[in-house]
Each structure stands twice: as C-alpha cells, then as structure tokens.
C-alpha cells in the first residue's frame, strides 16, 4: 500500500488550498482514508476521515465547516478542501490508510504514510 500527499503551499489567511491523496495498493475490502496534520513540536493530530463503503466522513472539530474532504475512486484519490485557512492551519499534512469501517481518533490507528505536504498560511 503507498499513499503520496501533495498540493501543498504557502496561502494566505483566508485563502483556500486543495490537498490530493493519491492511493495505490489498497486490497482491503473496507478501508478508510485519514487526513493528518504534525506542526513543529507537535503530535501528529487527525484532521479529516473518510470511509470507502459509504463515502461517510469525519472532521476535527478545528476544521469543522472549513475543510471538505472526497474521494475520486475513479483515480484512486482522496482530496481535502480547505477553505478560510487560517496561521493554526500551518503544518506538514499526510494521509494514511486502515482496513475495516471507521474512523477511529488517532494516528495510531492508521498506517501506510507516505510522504507528507506542507501547509503554510501566513500573510
């Protein structure tokens, strides 16, 4: 399984930005797809989730209303909108991958990380 995050940048406050999830190698059934953020001395902390069955997703309460996340299953790729970008948003962003239904709160739980992108909103 390789999971490869890009469309990083430098926005500004306010300012909106598209991430890209490309997936390859996925031979699970069920599986979810997770989008995380880790910020300089900080634990990598979930941001987005969505699950492969039924396109159900999660947010973190910080992006709620802001961030909308997608999947194109026609190009193995999961997306993140992120619209009213704020400084707290600045941080290097991965995706990773778990079999089974759900999106369970934290790193931990998923695995398969690829290369992250870095997010960087300042004026």
């Known amino acids: 399984v390789q999971l490869q995050a890009f469309g990083g940048g430098l926005v500004q406050p306010g300012g909106s930005l598209r991430l890209s999830c490309a997936v390859s190698?996925?031979?699970?059934?069920?599986?979810?797809i997770g989008w995380f953020r880790q910020a300089p001395g900080k634990e990598r902390e979930g941001v987005s989730c969505?699950?492969?069955?039924?396109?159900?997703?999660d947010y973190a309460d910080s992006v709620k209303g802001r961030f909308t996340i997608s999947r194109d299953n026609t190009k193995n790729t999961v997306y993140l909108q992120m619209n009213s970008l704020k400084p707290e948003d600045t941080a290097v962003y991965y995706c990773?991958?778990?079999?089974?239904?759900?999106?369970?709160?934290?790193?931990?739980?998923?695995?398969?990380w690829g290369q992250g992108t870095q997010l960087t909103v300042s004026s």
């Open positions: 990773g991958a778990r079999s089974g239904y759900g999106c369970p709160k934290g790193s931990r739980f998923f695995g398969s």
């Open positions: 969505i699950n492969s069955s039924d396109g159900s997703t």
């Open positions: 190698g996925l031979t699970y059934h069920y599986y979810a």
